[in-house]
């Protein structure tokens, strides 16, 4: 369900008010050039009027599907150094959340544990929020061996968000999606491990109408869709800023319907803005106005 062009004016004013400001403790890959990891999760939340700890696990010159890049791989001690000097401003106590993307071995997966372990031991309201990034459709598993398994059995049973696309859900539950309601049987297999809120990504079946990408979403309350047309675009980034924009949402309304709904609208006016441009990387800075007021809004159906 979709509502286009300029939102109706309570619309207008419940879009224009998004929710308190959060604090978000945010470990991820980042780059200079480009948009990935933390380069594409922090500006969106930022935007959103949230504040943004960003620790980064690696300093890449831009994104490997380049197939060149430079740069720095952090080792896991270093993520703690940086954890604990943030701990030690004594801010962890207002910390509403972590947010954790690509980890690229399983002692950085580790390291991210470890973090929100002592987040939830100052705050024992604050979430944690896992991207468990192991792979795509037509492309398979492209993580380190072993990062599957870390995610699968460490990673999800410490989770109360995540936000797996359609490869990974299938990965990680062993259900195979072969429609809507095999989706939602994976996102409840998935809840059963750990996290009570899942988002599904990048959702296509036999079911799926030509031309439209689905995103599915299920906690305790029920299960919801949205359908956005499928735009033209192949980019790097989209996922990490869903997956946060969707938290900080969830965080703020605490409706996964509600965070689904304006995340995939924002991710689709940042898309649509990237392929009419043909860029090779999302604009996020240029389609900022997205992430507030997004140009086109669709809403989730219950299912």
């Not at 989770?159 to 359609?166: E, H, I, K, S």
């Not at 949402?249 to 991710?267: F, P, Y």
């Amino acid at each position: 369900m979709e509502l286009d062009g300029a939102p109706a004016a309570g619309l207008e004013r419940e879009l224009s008010s998004w929710g308190c400001a959060m604090n978000i403790l945010s470990i991820q890959s980042h780059v200079a050039y480009g948009h990935v990891g933390n380069a594409s999760a922090v500006f969106p939340m930022q935007r959103l009027g949230h504040e943004v700890w960003a620790i980064n696990t690696v300093q890449f010159s831009n994104h490997t599907g380049y197939g060149a890049w430079r740069g720095p791989v952090f080792p896991a001690d270093a993520i703690r150094e940086v954890v604990a000097g943030v701990e030690e401003r004594g801010v962890l106590p207002v910390c509403d959340g972590v947010l954790s993307g690509y980890m690229g071995d399983a002692s950085i997966g580790e390291a991210i544990l470890d973090a929100v372990e002592r987040v939830k031991q100052a705050n024992p309201s604050a979430l944690y929020c896992c991207d468990p990034v192991i792979g795509d459709v037509g492309r398979g598993v492209f993580v380190r061996p072993g990062i599957p398994e870390f995610i699968r059995d460490r990673a999800m049973p410490a989770a109360d968000v995540a936000t797996p696309n359609q490869f990974e859900l299938e990965h990680l539950t062993g259900v195979a999606v072969g429609g809507l309601g095999a989706a939602k049987i994976a996102a409840s297999a998935l809840r059963a491990i750990g996290p009570k809120v899942v988002l599904v990504t990048s959702l296509q079946t036999p079911e799926t109408p030509d031309g439209v990408m689905e995103l599915l979403a299920v906690d305790g309350e029920g299960a919801w869709r949205v359908r956005t047309p499928l735009l033209p675009v192949s980019v790097n980034g989209a996922g990490d800023a869903i997956a946060a924009l969707f938290f900080v949402h969830w965080l703020t309304t605490r409706s996964a319907a509600e965070a689904m709904s304006k995340a995939a609208s924002s991710v689709y006016g940042l898309l649509k803005a990237t392929a009419e441009a043909g860029s090779r990387e999302i604009l996020t800075v240029a389609a900022q106005d997205e992430f507030v007021r997004p140009s086109r809004v669709f809403v989730a159906e219950p299912i």
